[in-house]
């Protein structure tokens, strides 16, 4: 038997986990490799909106779609028309987050969404709108 991440079987009930700990018993082994994965998970999103999205309730609407994803980060304009979004969280609530960016509110009319993946370099607190 393996332990997902490649760890050794165990030996008279210690796994040997990566990072060079023993732990007894299976339960506890699988626990360190959930959270050593929930840090590894988070990424981050720049984007820019082009197209119709100011004025039209743009980054409102991407301020509730982040929330609800339980995202962090910020959406604000820039001075070119653009929507800037930056946004950290788990890859999955990111890629949904990015299909809503494409699709945009109603009154809005996205043409182009670049975006760069990178790892999250800031520590935001919830997601707002930046002026």
Same mark, same amino acid.
């Given at each position: 038997?393996?332990?997902?991440?490649?760890?050794?079987?165990?030996?008279?009930?210690?796994?040997?986990?990566?990072?060079?700990?023993?732990?007894?018993?299976?339960?506890?082994?699988?626990?360190?490799?959930?959270?050593?994965?929930?840090?590894?998970?988070?990424?981050?999103?720049?984007?820019?909106?082009?197209?119709?999205?100011?004025?039209?309730?743009?980054?409102?609407?991407?301020?509730?779609? *982040? $929330?609800?994803?339980? @995202?962090?980060?910020?959406?604000?304009?820039? &001075?070119?028309?653009? +929507?800037?979004? #930056?946004?950290?969280?788990?890859?999955? *609530? $990111?890629?949904?987050? @990015?299909?809503?960016?494409?699709?945009?509110? &109603?009154?809005?009319? +996205?043409?182009? #969404?670049?975006?760069?993946?990178?790892?999250?370099?800031?520590?935001?607190?919830?997601?707002?709108?930046?002026?």
């Amino acid at each position: 038997m393996r332990i997902p991440g490649g760890d050794t079987p165990p030996v008279d009930g210690f796994f040997y986990l990566r990072d060079g700990y023993y732990a007894q018993g299976r339960e506890y082994a699988i626990m360190v490799f959930m959270n050593q994965s929930s840090r590894n998970d988070r990424e981050e999103l720049h984007a820019v909106v082009r197209g119709q999205v100011q004025g039209v309730g743009y980054r409102y609407f991407i301020v509730q779609r *982040a $929330l609800a994803l339980n @995202l962090r980060g910020y959406t604000r304009n820039q &001075s070119d028309g653009s +929507v800037e979004v #930056v946004a950290q969280g788990e890859h999955a *609530a $990111l890629e949904r987050l @990015l299909l809503l960016l494409r699709l945009g509110p &109603s009154s809005a009319d +996205v043409t182009e #969404v670049t975006t760069e993946w990178r790892q999250p370099t800031e520590h935001f607190s919830g997601f707002h709108v930046r002026w």
